[in-house]
């Protein structure tokens, strides 16, 4: 069993900047892929970004690659998205997720654990 807990969300201007934070239990975190997913009011769940145990890949979805960056420290079983150039458009509650592989993946239902998710939004 895995426990994901994220923090770091809020409210920020456009062209602000958050971290958000994704702290894991169990022995076994180094192992796992994590991933960062969001869901908008009225849409559907979508992919953010994902890292692989060794933070050696990396992905993205386009509407955010080259403003956020995924990144985990082992060492204290987080996983974190940086989160820069934020548009109104991100708004939404954005969860992590974790799953028994090497590599991240891009369907939610690749994920077999979930956070509860923190809310992010960003004003115009």
């Known amino acids: 069993q895995v426990e994901l807990v994220e923090s770091g969300g809020g409210v920020v201007q456009a062209g602000g900047s958050l971290r958000l934070s994704c702290a894991a239990s169990?022995?076994?975190?180094?192992?796992?892929?994590m991933g960062w997913f969001r869901q908008a009011p009225g849409k559907e769940r979508e992919f953010v970004s994902a890292?692989?145990?060794?933070?050696?890949?990396?992905n993205y979805a386009d509407s955010v690659r080259g403003r956020f960056t995924i990144s985990r420290d082992n060492s204290k079983n987080t996983v974190y998205l940086q989160m820069n150039n934020l548009k109104p458009e991100d708004t939404a509650v954005y969860y992590c997720?974790?799953?028994?592989?090497?590599?991240?993946?891009?369907?939610?239902?690749?994920?077999?654990?979930w956070g509860q998710g923190t809310q992010v939004t960003v004003s115009s």
């Open positions: 890292i692989g145990w060794s933070s050696g890949r990396t």
């Open positions: 997720a974790t799953r028994r592989s090497a590599s991240g993946a891009v369907g939610a239902a690749a994920y077999d654990y």
């Open positions: 169990g022995r076994t975190f180094s192992r796992y892929a």
